[in-house]
T-cell receptor
């Protein structure tokens, strides 16, 4: 099956610093990747849709200047949380869409901002 | 706008018993429907999906789901639950032909009693 990896799996940072999370599709090319955020005991909330070679499309209420997304290749998308604050602490999950309209998810990144 | 309702927040079953997790969706056209499973601190794993054709779909780990258009439902079933099935289960709906965003339900937490 399609495999998606994320790095790092867990990160702790100080308030005001920036954190980059990588999402890779390991065995297929993904023209579209998605970034989600999940709070404890809650469902996934879509943050943005990332298309290779173009600007990401952000969901309403998501600050594009705070959550920078770069989809530089067909197998890599990155999410950078800029000037992170404690309220940005969350579980961030990416997914990659295959040509068969199916999203495969990465294992997630736990971000803790102190 | 599309939406998904998972009426049961928590379900507890005994190992070996049958399981049914409910999912109701709202979508104006032909939906793409998915069930994902999430273990604690992990990403989502695709169990099964429905795009068209046979309304009873088989997935991994012995799961199946039935699409009932008249009831706008896509319930997940398993005839005999194993202790390892304890996890969070998410139903999701996507736009047919769009391959775009998924809308997730709030999830059902499954507990399996030995």
């Amino acid at each position: 099956g399609a495999v998606v990896s994320q790095h790092p799996s867990r990160v702790i940072c100080k308030s005001g610093t920036s954190v980059k999370i990588e999402c890779r599709s390991l065995d297929f090319q993904a023209t579209t990747m998605f970034w989600y955020r999940q709070f404890p005991k809650q469902s996934l909330m879509l943050m943005a849709t990332s298309n290779e070679g173009s600007k990401a499309t952000y969901e309403q209420g998501v600050e594009k200047d705070k959550f920078l997304i770069n989809h530089a290749s067909l197998t890599l998308s990155t999410l950078t949380v800029t000037s992170a604050h404690p309220e940005d602490s969350s579980f961030y999950i990416c997914s990659s869409r295959t040509g068969q309209e199916t999203q495969y998810f990465g294992p997630g990144t736990r971000l803790l901002v102190l | 706008a599309q939406s998904v309702t998972q009426p049961d927040i928590h379900i507890t079953v005994s190992e070996g018993a049958s399981l049914e997790l409910r999912c109701n969706y709202s979508y104006g056209a032909t939906p793409y429907l998915f069930w994902y499973v999430q273990s604690p601190g992990q990403g989502l794993q695709l169990l099964l999906k429905y795009f068209s054709g046979d309304t009873l779909v088989q997935g991994i780990k012995g799961f199946e789901a039935e699409f009932k258009r008249s009831q706008s439902s896509f319930n997940l079933r398993k005839p005999s639950v194993h202790w390892s099935d304890a996890a969070e289960y998410f139903c999701a709906v996507g736009a047919a032909g769009g391959g775009n965003k998924l809308t997730f339900g709030t999830g059902t937490q499954l507990k399996v009693e030995l």
